[in-house]
């Protein structure tokens, strides 16, 4: 199986921040990596998939770069709105896998 | 509007079965993949298994094989989703998910808690 790890696991921010989180991949996954958003008691919100396209109605503040093994979400200013809890996913070869999340808090 | 609803919560006793259902509406029910993820409390995501509506062909996580099955009907544009061997590790969030990139689901169900407790 493909292990995705995300860093940081928590971050701490400020409305108007830019935010950056990483995902890396045990090995290449192209650009077939996407990125969720999940709130509280809310099912998984897709945010980017083939790690930079933006999927219908997200803001452009979002964006999504990275190929091969090295993959980050950028949040270039951070709104009320963003705080929650992000996910990227490779979807490159089965069983798809999830990063384990990176929370982002109010600081 | 491409809208998936689940069944409603359930509580299982360890070793029982479970059956989550999803219906899709808002579209051809055979043009797009249907994935089930779970979200077991204070943990992340774990993908675990996905059907193609068209054939019902299946692919599931090595984790749960052996005992998640996906099956479909058509006839009411329904995915079931059946785990057995329940122990009080598979009490989660279940959500199915679908969506035109077929990788990345991009419509969720509203999640059915599956609770085990003896």
């Known amino acids: 199986d493909i292990q995705m790890t995300q860093s940081p696991s928590t971050l701490s921010a400020s409305v108007g921040d830019r935010v950056i989180i990483s995902c890396r991949a045990s090995?290449?996954?192209?650009?077939?990596l996407a990125w969720y958003q999940q709130k509280p008691g809310k099912a998984p919100k897709l945010l980017i998939y083939q790690a930079s396209t933006l999927d219908s109605g997200v803001p452009s503040r979002f964006s999504g770069s990275g190929s091969g093994t090295e993959f980050t979400l950028t949040i270039s200013s951070l709104q009320p709105d963003d705080f929650a809890t992000y996910y990227c996913q490779q979807y490159s070869s089965y069983p798809r896998t999830f990063g384990q999340g990176t929370t982002v808090e109010i600081k | 509007q491409v809208q998936l609803v689940q069944s409603g919560a359930d509580v299982k006793k360890p070793g029982a079965s479970v059956q989550v259902s999803c219906r899709a509406s808002?579209?051809?029910?055979?043009?797009?993949?249907i994935h089930w993820v779970r979200e077991v409390p204070g943990q992340g995501l774990e993908w675990m298994g996905i059907?193609?509506?068209?054939?019902?062909?299946?692919h599931y996580a090595q984790k749960l094989q052996g005992r998640v099955t996906m099956t479909r009907d058509t006839s009411t544009s329904t995915v079931y989703m059946e785990l057995s061997g329940l122990t009080s590790e598979d009490t989660a969030v279940y959500y199915c998910a679908s969506g035109i990139v077929v990788g990345a689901p991009g419509y969720w169900g509203q999640g059915t808690l599956v609770t085990v407790s003896s």
């Open positions: 059907i193609n509506p068209s054939g019902g062909s299946t």
């Open positions: 090995q290449s996954l192209s650009s077939w």
């Open positions: 808002g579209y051809t029910f055979t043009d797009y993949y």
